[in-house]
Nanobody, 125 residues
Framework: QLQFVESGGGLVEPGGSLELSCAVA????????VGWFRQAPGKEREGVAC?????????????EYTRSVEGRVTLSRDNAEGTVDLILRGLRPEEAGTYYC?????????????WGEGIVVTVAS
C-alpha cells in the first residue's frame, strides 16, 4: 500500500502559478506512473498530468498532459526524494477544485491504483 503526502495548493490568484508536491512512500516513485488529477465542484475528475514509470533503457521520463494545460504545466519527478511536483502557470478560475495525486504500476494508461486524499485549490483575487 502506498502513502501520499500532498502539499501546496490553497488560494491562488487568477493568472498566478500553482505549485503542488506529492511525496510517495511505500514504493520507489521511479517505477510508478504518478499523476495529478483534479475535480471541480459538480464535475467529473480529470487527469492533468502524468509521468510514466521510469524506462531503464532510455532513462528519460515520459510525461503526458491534458490538452488544456499544455504550454503552462511542468511535471517533474525526483527519484531520490520520492516526489512528483506539478507547476501550473496562468491558472484560470475554472481550474479551481480538489487536486489529487495518484499512482499505478506501469504507464499512465488505465485506472490509477492508489490515490491521495486530495488538496483544495481556490482561484480567486
Amino acid at each position: 500500500q502506498l502513502q501520499f503526502v500532498e502539499s501546496g495548493g490553497g488560494l491562488v490568484e487568477p493568472g498566478g502559478s500553482l505549485e503542488l508536491s506529492c511525496a510517495v512512500a511505500g514504493a520507489s516513485v521511479a517505477y510508478l506512473a504518478v499523476g495529478w488529477f483534479r475535480q471541480a465542484p459538480g464535475k467529473e475528475r480529470e487527469g492533468v498530468a502524468c509521468v510514466h514509470s521510469r524506462d531503464d533503457i532510455t532513462k528519460y521520463d515520459i510525461t503526458e498532459y491534458t490538452r488544456s494545460v499544455e504550454g503552462r504545466v511542468t511535471l517533474s519527478r525526483d527519484n531520490a526524494e520520492g516526489t512528483v511536483d506539478l507547476i501550473l502557470r496562468g491558472l484560470r478560475p475554472e481550474e479551481a477544485g480538489t487536486y489529487y495525486c495518484a499512482a499505478k504500476r506501469g504507464d499512465c494508461s488505465g485506472d490509477m491504483e492508489f490515490w491521495g486524499e486530495g488538496i483544495v485549490v481556490t482561484v480567486a483575487s
